[in-house]
């Protein structure tokens, strides 16, 4: 039977409705980040802090609460303060809780991030103790980019990156992309959990 | 069949009915009831208007002095404190391409036009039309105040389509939001002086203290860049005789170019009058290097107040600024290697705050210019002041009185900043420091006398060294950066370095700027462009980097000291940048 084409066309309609349509938002909706689960053998390197204090970073990330790593720069115009701002929120989102993660920032532009222009930095995101900012020599920081293979030759071709530790079992969450808050507070707690 | 679908439905509305309310009834109500922003407010200047708007691109902070509050990613909120619409936009409003985001143009001229992006490789459309990795809209039509308001607060382009997560959303008044898209529709509106489709106009500016030496060292790469760009020029224009249609973007790639020698004589304070009558004569869109034995101040205070960028000027007198824009400098000079001493016994293990430290500063220009450049980081540190005394060139050769001052001092750490006349008393006053006593010195302030330092106080002897140690290999075939290493020696010392280092600011950072910025002649652009480039090695540095707002590119200074012999090795004593 010879199908007329208004019924054709409806039928497509209908079809485009059932399967595309609702497909879209839903998918639009989902989880815009990568996650994964890795081991890291954080190298033993110091670096400074914005207080200009030598840290040992093995000592600092080894902790039994959860520990969260970013790569950022002192004067980066659009991932790093989006990163910076998913800190601050956390911290604010935890409030009395906010020693119940430890936050780190690792500098890719050690050559400018000075403990001065990292502390204006984190004054400026109004940050709350218990997110440090790191800076070292560039052979150091290259050597933690490679441990966590978040190497970078230039910071200008950096990409946005979490890296949660969960306190037992020493475990890394690797989180490529940028979170919601609600995002960035459900992955903290999953951390927690196990 | 039925249910599915019914299911199917309910899930949709049920998971964007809250998204739906936000994208499409909250912006028609705002369409409906605030039509304010589709004027700019009656009751103030338009001067007043730019300053204001001005201040929320720059700063975030509101005509009311608040900051601006938004939010990112949905519900991340952030105040403006921390970053604000020329963070990512740049100051120019021209956008910028970093960590895999494009940002794209916000200025009037380009938003009040339909965009569309040129097509590239692997432009592989989502779901929304924009590339899968930078996250652009392929097209959109032109904008009106109404729609841009609505942009700004909601995150939607003219058709529907939902910006990058990282674009804030911003809920301003429709006041606020007047004021700010008025100061959009002025930003670059007017191409800047001295550049046209055809032509870019330079100058550069040698004051009458540098030598006829220094100043054809200067002139020799400058003068040869404009020869290249013009025959360049040349080679296209018999391309286009020939029946060559360029693309788009090749046009732009080919301009003449002149170059103007602004030559300031007498004293500095009659520089700015000087400066003001060549560029009233003939305005540039640029000043290319320039050289100065003298303060740069009165040129670089020119140039902020004309918004005219001066590119890497020869001087070892910059101005050491953390918010001044329009002059880029290799470093921060005689500065520079006052903080790398500062830095270095800040971290010396063998020193403590109970150290005594005596800082001996010659009267000058010189020596006054290192310790600022040592106070200032040394009080960063947080230590002590350090015992400092500032004398005459008559009384640092007058060696009883310097005996006198280290018998009352003390000092286990002497700090001297002093040109090489002091040199050969040098052995005379480390041996009147303890047997753990060390000595700082400055190679810049010594020259090329700095290689004949006594040998047998050469171990107690610390040398400040802003160049670079490690060997450099040229990333060419021939031409002044052979691909053959080359290595820094005590023949170094003096040397001021002005071909090899105007060569390295012209063809490694002017060019890309110059070349990037297509047909957008304006000089805020040129400093984005600049500021948001790749870090390049180059011969006199380890390293030129870059950044917004960042204008000193090379960041280090070594502290060395001497090997035996009439042609010392250089001894590295610290890392190129220290904290």
């Known amino acids: 039977m010879r199908i007329p084409f208004h019924l054709k066309s409806a039928l497509v309609a209908i079809l485009l409705c059932v399967c595309i349509l609702p497909a879209r938002p839903a998918q639009a909706a989902d989880i815009k980040y990568k996650r994964s689960v890795e081991r890291y053998n954080v190298p033993d390197v110091v670096l400074i802090n914005q207080d200009g204090k030598k840290v040992r970073l093995q000592s600092l990330l080894n902790s039994d609460v959860p520990v969260i790593v970013d790569f950022i720069y002192g004067t980066c115009t659009t991932i790093c303060p989006v990163l910076s701002a998913g800190y601050v929120n956390l911290q604010r989102k935890l409030d009395a809780d906010s020693k119940k993660v430890r936050l780190i920032s690792i500098t890719i532009d050690p050559e400018n991030d000075s403990p001065k222009v990292m502390k204006e930095y984190l004054k400026r995101f109004r940050a709350k103790p218990g997110w440090d900012f790191l800076t070292g020599s560039r052979a150091d920081i290259d050597t933690v980019m490679r441990a966590f293979n978040a190497y970078i030759p230039d910071k200008m071709s950096h990409y946005p990156l979490n890296l949660i530790r969960m306190p037992k079992g020493g475990s890394w969450v690797r989180l490529f992309g940028l979170m919601s808050t609600k995002e960035f507070m459900n992955e903290y707690l999953l951390a927690t959990a196990k | ?579």
Not at chain 2, 471 to 495: E, M, R, T
Request: aromatic share 10%; with cysteine.
């Open chain 2, 1 to 579: 069949m039925k249910d599915l679908i019914r299911n199917k439905f309910k899930h949709f509305f049920r998971v964007n009915f809250g998204h739906a309310l936000l994208t499409v009834m909250i912006p028609l109500l705002f369409s409906t009831f605030g039509h304010a922003e589709s004027v700019p407010p009656n009751d103030l200047s338009h001067a007043e208007i730019m300053r204001l708007g001005e201040r929320m691109y720059r700063e975030g902070i509101l005509p009311s002095g608040k900051v601006m509050e938004t939010f990112i990613r949905g519900d991340v909120a952030v105040d403006s404190s921390a970053f604000s619409c020329s963070s990512c936009h740049l100051r120019a409003g021209l956008g910028s391409f970093e960590g895999g985001v494009v940002t794209p143009p916000t200025t009037g001229n380009k938003l009040y036009k339909p965009y569309r992006r040129p097509p590239s490789f692997g432009d592989v459309a989502d779901r929304a039309g924009r590339h899968r990795r930078t996250k652009t809209a392929v097209e959109r039509p032109p904008y009106t105040r109404e729609t841009l308001a609505t942009a700004l607060r909601f995150g939607t382009d003219p058709t529907g389509q939902v910006f990058n997560d990282v674009m804030p959303r911003y809920p301003l008044t429709d006041r606020d939001m007047s004021i700010l898209i008025s100061y959009l529709e002025a930003l670059s509106s007017e191409p800047s002086p001295g550049a046209s489709s055809k032509q870019f106009k330079f100058a550069t500016i040698i004051t009458d203290d540098v030598s006829q030496e220094d100043r054809q060292a200067l002139l020799l790469p400058l003068q040869t860049f404009i020869a290249q760009k013009n025959q360049q020029m040349g080679m296209f224009n018999d391309f286009i005789k020939f029946g060559y249609s360029p693309t788009i973007d090749m046009q732009f790639a080919f301009r003449s170019a002149t170059l103007d020698i602004w030559e300031l004589k007498g004293p500095p304070e009659s520089w700015p009058g000087q400066l003001a009558a060549y560029y009233n004569a003939n305005p540039v869109f640029a000043v290319l290097g320039g050289i100065s034995n003298s303060d740069w101040r009165p040129i670089h205070e020119f140039c902020e107040a004309q918004r005219l960028p001066c590119l890497f000027p020869i001087t070892d007198f910059p101005v050491v600024s953390e918010t001044d824009w329009y002059t880029y400098y290799f470093n921060k000079g005689y500065t520079q290697e006052g903080e790398a001493v500062a830095r270095y016994l800040n971290r010396l293990e063998t020193i403590s705050t109970e150290t005594p430290v005596l800082q001996i500063i010659q009267d000058s220009q010189v020596g006054k210019a290192l310790a600022a450049g040592f106070r200032k980081v040394w009080k960063e540190c947080e230590q002590q002041e350090v015992t400092t005394l500032t004398l005459s060139s008559q009384q640092l050769l007058d060696q009883a009185a310097l005996d006198k001052l280290l018998t009352k001092h003390k000092p286990e750490v002497l700090i001297l900043w002093t040109d090489a006349e002091l040199l050969p008393n040098l052995p005379a006053l480390v041996a009147k420091l303890p047997a753990n006593g060390i000595v700082f010195v400055s190679s810049g302030y010594l020259g090329k006398k700095t290689a004949t330092i006594p040998e047998n106080v050469r171990d107690r002897v610390y040398i400040t060294y802003p160049y670079r140690l490690t060997p450099y290999v040229g990333s060419k075939v021939g031409g002044f950066d052979a691909k053959v290493p080359i290595l820094a020696s005590s023949k170094d010392f003096g040397n001021r370095r002005i071909t090899s280092r105007s060569i390295a600011m012209l063809q490694q950072t002017t060019l890309q700027g110059l070349n990037l910025i297509y047909d957008n002649l304006y000089r805020d652009h040129l400093l984005d462009i600049m500021s948001m480039q790749m870090d390049v090695t180059v011969r006199d540095y380890e390293r030129f980097s870059f950044g917004p707002g960042q204008r000193y590119v090379s960041k280090g200074c070594y502290i060395i000291q001497l090997g035996p012999g009439l042609d010392p090795p250089l001894l590295q004593r610290s890392n190129w940048v220290m904290y």
